[in-house]
């Protein structure tokens, strides 16, 4: 049995005809198999079928080849240049405190103002240079790593860290190389750990 009113159909019709044009009315029967959540393959009030609006594919084309992650070509200009920008900061930060404290005993004054800046210049300067040498070897090490061994995984990303520890610290003797490298290997194989983090958590098994 229908509950509607009478004169309600016509009363729609006639607003939606006033308006542009009636929108088809559909009845109890006809929207009870509708679901409530999630969307239905065909929809009653619309004329596109949602199916076409589910993107199930990627967005962007690949090259044939090509990854989907950047290589450490790619990465390696960023990875200097924000080791850069990074050791200018530290640099900057580090220069404006051993101004302050080598200039407490002096007025403010010009003199004080140019040893300050002079300081925050040596400093951001040589911060800078530093990790950025750093990254420069750690990248090259391991573009070449990942060439000569045609696989990506953090093997090349230890062997890069200890080899760039190795080589930086290569003018301060065997215990300079031996102190370079294991602190390369350290880093770096914290980088690994924590890049891997979330699989190893996943596959360790809970207890109760």
């Given at each position: 049995m229908d509950n509607n009113p009478p004169g309600s159909n016509g009363f729609k019709g006639g607003m939606g005809g006033l308006f542009g044009g009636g929108a088809?009315?559909?009845?109890?029967?006809?929207l009870a198999g509708v679901p409530l959540t999630g969307m239905s393959p065909l929809s009653p009030y619309l004329n596109v079928d949602p199916r076409y609006l589910v993107q199930d594919s990627e967005e962007f084309i690949l090259p044939m080849g090509a990854s989907k992650t950047r290589g450490r070509f790619e990465?390696?200009?960023f990875t200097i240049g924000g080791c850069c920008i990074t050791g200018a900061a530290f640099g900057t930060v580090n220069g404006l405190r051993m101004g302050l404290r080598e200039t407490r005993d002096m007025a403010w004054s010009k003199p004080r103002n140019v040893q300050i800046l002079n300081l925050i210049t040596r400093q951001g300067a040589s911060w800078a240079?530093?990790?950025?040498?750093?990254?420069?070897?750690?990248?090259?090490?391991?573009?070449?790593?990942e060439k000569a061994r045609g696989a990506e995984d953090d093997i090349n990303t230890i062997a890069a860290g200890t080899l760039t520890g190795m080589l930086f610290k290569s003018s301060s003797g065997l215990k300079g190389v031996a102190r370079g490298g294991l602190a390369g290997l350290a880093l770096s194989g914290l980088y690994a750990l924590y890049n891997n983090w979330d699989h190893l958590k996943g596959s360790t098994p809970t207890r109760y």
């Open positions: 088809p009315e559909y009845s109890n029967t006809e990465l390696a200009f240079n530093t990790l950025g040498s750093v990254a420069l070897l750690y990248s090259v090490f391991g573009v070449a790593i």
